[in-house]
Nanobody, 117 residues
Framework: IQLVETGGGLVQPGGSRRLSCTDAGFTRAIGWFRRVPGKGREAVACINSSDRTSYYSGMGRFTVSRDNAKNTVHLQMNNLTPEDTAVYYC????????????????WGQGTQVTVAA
């Protein structure tokens, strides 16, 4: 069942961006990952089916939340730096969060976030 990410774009250093992931499936764990060219997918954050959140990177600058009425999970990113430049993906799995990309069964197409002056 499909996931669709939106919200990517160009952001100035120190700026903010909110990514959204619309999930056509049932309420489940949604993880956010990012990939820099030449590197593997890095876990960023996750919200499980009970809306418990987990954070793996971003050093307190990122917040993940769910809008149940819209079947959408948001990733709010603040105080962005050029090192946050990446393709950001959301991914789904049943119930619990995981920082491992291989634990997720469904992936969105990705959205590019570029942090530059």
């Amino acid at each position: 069942i499909q996931l669709v990410e939106t919200g990517g774009g160009l952001v100035q250093p120190g700026g903010s961006r909110r990514l959204s992931c619309t999930d056509a499936g049932f309420t489940r764990a949604i993880g956010w990952f990012r990939r820099v060219p030449g590197k593997g997918r890095e876990a960023v954050a996750c919200i499980n089916s009970s809306d418990r959140t987990s954070y793996y990177s971003g050093m307190g600058r990122f917040t993940v939340s769910r809008d149940n009425a819209k079947n959408t999970v948001h990733l709010q990113m603040n105080n962005l730096t050029p090192e946050d430049t990446a393709v950001y993906y959301c991914a789904a799995r049943s119930y619990l969060c995981s920082s491992s990309p291989t634990a997720y069964t469904t992936w969105g197409q990705g959205t590019q976030v570029t942090v530059a002056a």
